[in-house]
């Protein structure tokens, strides 16, 4: 079993930093499935979390790492999956976050027990020196006979989606509605208008986004699709996201539940299912 | 007698305060002939800090008359009076009621004035009997380095190492070759001896001291702007930090250091890849078991002799109290996260069979052809990777995985096929309770040992 990243790029490694940031916001462990050419990074997977929603991160290994080997326990096995500490991770990855590091090693190893060695080459300014720092981040290493209870979620099939510009006025509506009510209901227009409402006792407030890229996903051309999903959920999604990217694409399955997809760049995707509940 | 500081002296005293409050409970003070010196110690008294202010920086200093001043008083009266600095225009401090309180008066802007009356506890100081000229290894370096240093670990740290070689400064948070909780997250940062101003190691050492003393310091040479020097010799005898200012300020931070009899060390534990194949593990294990248990043993029966002169070396602790009672209490020793017990190579590898045989298992089941006959229970239930699994020594499971023997088939008629193999599943809550006997394999990594274990039988 050998899995072995490198990372060069500043700006790559700040993005692979606010990823991981994201999601040690989320939770508090994190599911790594290493694949040949992909990583994925799941977290809540079980969904049995009230307060945070399902997240995944599906990262081509070429995008970000431009060495990655990864072989797996047994020959005719194409993972390598692992539990880890989202917190851990973050911690180790912390001086990406400044541009300071030259590069970052990635590298799985057993030093009394598997651990992901996170081994960063740091140019700090009071410096002129190239310092290293080594973090050996603690996994439990998943055995093949318990992968399918393991799986990457799959994008559900939706209805209606829209592509929503900026993601900092939902943000900031969104933190301020959960207070309102406990579920809020989001539907969708083909012509291009996302309406967000949140129905109290005393009252209904309903805001509108107008002018919005509509993308049909189901043969039968839908005008309008609707899901009720929990306020506090879509909440802690947006409050986490640490990302600089600020599109957002938001998919809906009708009554059943709503995607939302980040595109950080091409073949680097965060997703979000956030369940629908009951009026 | 009276002491008055102007507004920015006032403003390091009171610094100078916060950061012995994070080392002990009392502060003590001395007024000498040059100055003024405040002390603390910790609780377990591994740490010392004392900090010295000169004459000079006051603007009245009243000579103690006869000797020095001597007096104790309470930390936390302390930190309420000089927590908020930031209007302090000038303080004035006085010794009132026949030298029995400590008046502390605050001259704030716009005319405030604050008074504080602090009683004096009484007139013990801490001697230390520590030799503080300078040590063999010398480490002086600006704030800011030391600061990096600091803050690569975590804030609930306890230990700091620091490996000094001649090339390189390594500073971990566990001693290599040690073994660690499975859910600690390991740290080093290497450093280059040119970050320094002065590097001087002499011989390679490994030193380990408790970092909630140093950042203390280092919070007060980082507000002095100051280089901060750490001097040590090796594993076992007290480290000194040394932060000097303008020669106004001295400060002193005397720290006992772990030493290398209380740690066990295992080469098993230090780095090495993941790349060997399950079969090979199977193998070197079968070998290890038959032979004798030669070096886990001796090394216990070293400690053992070593535990004789711990004993008596102990006598006279690190600090002393004046007037001259010699505390009761011995020297605590400050014993990293580890256990002392030695037997754990075998059942490392015991467990890490197990999951081989484990996985190996589960292909077998997964690639045989579907028969009707399952095959003979050999084995208990076998644990998987995440699950956690106390054997007792000496029932350790078969290492090798059950083979579908090929004579089952002409027994179909008279036996009566066993029941299927319960597989356990990833996440079984109570797994405790299905398991035969619960026998901790070693003490607790979270159990700290204050003092070693004086039973001369044990």
């Known amino acids: ?18 990823i991981i940031a994201t999601l040690s916001k989320l939770s508090k462990d994190c599911l790594m499935i290493l694949g040949a050419q992909q990583m994925h990074l799941i977290v809540n997977e079980d969904q049995s979390s009230t307060s945070s929603p399902l997240v995944w991160v599906s990262i081509a290994a070429t995008e970000y790492f431009p060495e990655y080997v990864m072989e797996a326990a047994h020959p005719d096995q194409d993972y390598i999956v692992l539990i880890m500490s989202s917190a851990n991770l973050g911690r180790a990855l912390s001086f990406l976050r400044g541009g300071g590091a030259n590069s970052c090693k990635l590298k799985l190893q057993r030093i009394q027990f598997p651990c992901i060695s996170v081994a960063c080459s740091l140019l700090s300014t009071s410096s002129t020196e ?7 981040v603690p996994v439990t290493i998943i055995p093949a006979s318990d992968w399918p209870t393991y799986v990457v979620p799959r994008v559900p099939p939706s209805q209606l989606a829209l592509v929503l510009p900026s993601l900092r006025l939902l943000r900031s509506l969104i933190d301020k509605l959960k207070n309102m009510s406990p579920s809020l209901e989001f539907q969708a227009n083909s012509d291009g208008e996302l309406n967000v409402v949140a129905t109290s006792e005393m009252s209904t407030v309903t805001s509108r986004f107008k002018r919005l890229l509509p993308r049909f996903l189901s043969a039968d ?9 929990d306020s506090r959920k879509a909440s802690a999604f947006f409050t986490a996201l640490q990302l ?13 539940s709503i995607h939302l997809q980040i595109d950080v760049r091409k073949d680097v995707m965060l997703h979000s299912i956030l369940p629908a509940v009951c009026a | ?35 003024l010196q405040m002390r603390a110690i910790n609780a377990t008294q591994s740490a010392v800090g004392s900090i010295f202010f000169r004459r000079s920086m006051f603007e009245v200093f009243d000579k103690p008359p006869y000797s020095d001043f001597y007096c104790k008083i309470s930390m936390k009266c302390c930190l309420a009076v000089f927590r908020n600095m930031s209007e302090v225009e000038y303080c004035e401090l006085n010794l009132i009621d026949n030298q029995n309180s400590l008046q502390v008066n605050l001259r704030c802007k716009l005319e405030t004035t604050k008074e504080a009356t602090i009683s004096i506890i009484d007139d013990q100081n801490i001697n230390t009997n520590i030799d503080t000229a300078q040590r063999s290894n010398i480490l002086l370096g600006d704030h800011k380095l030391f ?20 090339d390189s400064l390594v500073a971990k948070n566990y001693i290599e070759g040690t073994r660690v909780n499975d859910k600690f997250m390991r740290t080093q940062l290497k450093l280059k001896p040119k970050e320094f101003d002065r590097y001087q190691v002499i011989k390679n050492t490994v030193i380990t001291f408790c970092i909630k003393e140093f950042r203390a310091f280092l919070l007060f040479g980082e507000c002095l702007n100051a280089s901060l020097s750490l001097e040590f010799d090796d594993a076992g005898s007290p480290c000194m930090l040394k932060v000097k200012k303008h020669g106004e300020i001295e400060c002193l931070l005397i720290m006992s250091t772990l030493s290398p009899d209380d740690v066990s060390f295992s080469h098993d534990y ?15 294990a079968s070998k290890r078991k038959s032979s004798t248990p030669g070096p886990s043993v001796q090394q216990k029966r070293r400690q053992q002799d070593v535990q004789a002169e711990i004993d008596s070396s102990m006598e006279s602790p690190l600090f002393q109290f004046r007037p001259s009672e010699a505390p009761s209490v011995q020297q605590a020793r400050i014993l990293a996260e580890v256990d002392t017990v030695v037997l754990i190579e075998d059942e490392a590898e015991a467990e890490a069979l197990m999951l081989a045989a484990a996985d190996a298992v589960q292909e077998a ?11 003979p229970a050999a084995t208990p239930p076998l644990p998987n990777s995440t699950e956690v699994c106390f054997y007792n020594t000496d029932d350790v499971p078969a290492t090798q995985s059950p083979e579908l023997s090929p004579d089952v088939h002409g027994d179909d008629d008279e036996s009566i096929p066993q029941s299927p193999e319960r597989v356990p599943q990833m996440r079984t809550i109570f797994s405790r309770c299905f398991q035969s006997t619960y026998v901790p394999r070693e003490p607790s990594p979270n159990s700290q040992a204050y003092a070693p274990n004086s039973d001369t039988e044990d």
């Open chain 1, 1 to 18: 079993m050998k899995f072995r990243a490198q990372m060069k790029d500043p700006l790559y490694m700040r993005e692979f930093q606010n």
């Open chain 1, 130 to 136: 190239a310092r290293d720092v080594l973090y050996d």
């Open chain 1, 221 to 229: 051309n839908d005008r309008e699709a609707s899901c009720l999903v």
């Open chain 1, 244 to 256: 600089a990217n600020e599109e957002l694409t938001i998919a809906i399955d009708r009554e059943h």
């Open chain 2, 1 to 35: 007698m009276k002491y008055t500081l102007e507004g920015t002296n006032a403003r390091v005293m009171a610094k100078a305060v916060q950061s012995l409050s994070k080392l002990g409970k009392e502060l003590f003070i001395e007024i000498e002939q040059q100055g």
């Open chain 2, 147 to 166: 600061m990096d240093i600091s803050n690569i670990f975590n804030s609930t740290e306890e230990e700091l190492t620091l490996e000094a070689n001649a």
């Open chain 2, 270 to 284: 230090c780095q090495q890849d993941l790349t060997v194949h399950q079969k090979d593990m199977r193998a070197a």
């Open chain 2, 365 to 375: 089941c997964r690639l045989a052809p579907p028969k009707a006959v399952p095959e």
